[in-house]
């Protein structure tokens, strides 16, 4: 059974960083698309980032601050956030699909969500 479970979340003041990771089990990140997503209260649920063996793809609200990357040992995705705004602050989810070449934006292609993490970015 895939599992993901996402960490590093916090508060942190504007123009600060943090972290997340997906620990993921059950099977190996290589074979799946990795993405980011993120929803803020009131908000439906944002594309931020999504990584496979294609480019990159990063939403433009976060484009030059924000780095997707994996660890194909430790079976972990991770997403360094600098230059934190406070239109950051949501809840970030780690996302699997089994389309694995698929970086888009479309959260229906995404098979396999973890519980989320809180980010919370003070003004």
């Known amino acids: 059974q895939v599992q993901l479970v996402e960490s590093g979340g916090g508060l942190v003041q504007a123009g600060g960083s943090l972290r997340l990771s997906c620990a993921s089990s059950?099977?190996?990140?290589?074979?799946?698309?990795m993405g980011w997503f993120r929803q803020a209260p009131g908000k439906e649920r944002e594309f931020v980032a999504a990584?496979?063996?294609?480019?990159?793809n990063y939403a433009n609200s976060v484009k030059g601050r924000f780095t997707i990357s994996r660890d194909h040992a430790k079976n972990t995705v991770y997403l360094q956030m600098n230059s934190l705004k406070p239109e950051d602050t949501a809840v970030y989810y780690c996302?699997?699909?089994?389309?694995?070449?698929?970086?888009?934006?479309?959260?229906?292609?995404?098979?396999?969500w973890g519980q989320g993490t809180q980010v919370t970015v003070s003004s």
């Open positions: 990584i496979n063996w294609s480019p990159i």
């Open positions: 059950g099977y190996a990140i290589g074979n799946y698309a």
């Open positions: 996302a699997a699909s089994t389309s694995t070449y698929y970086t888009g934006s479309d959260p229906t292609q995404y098979d396999y």
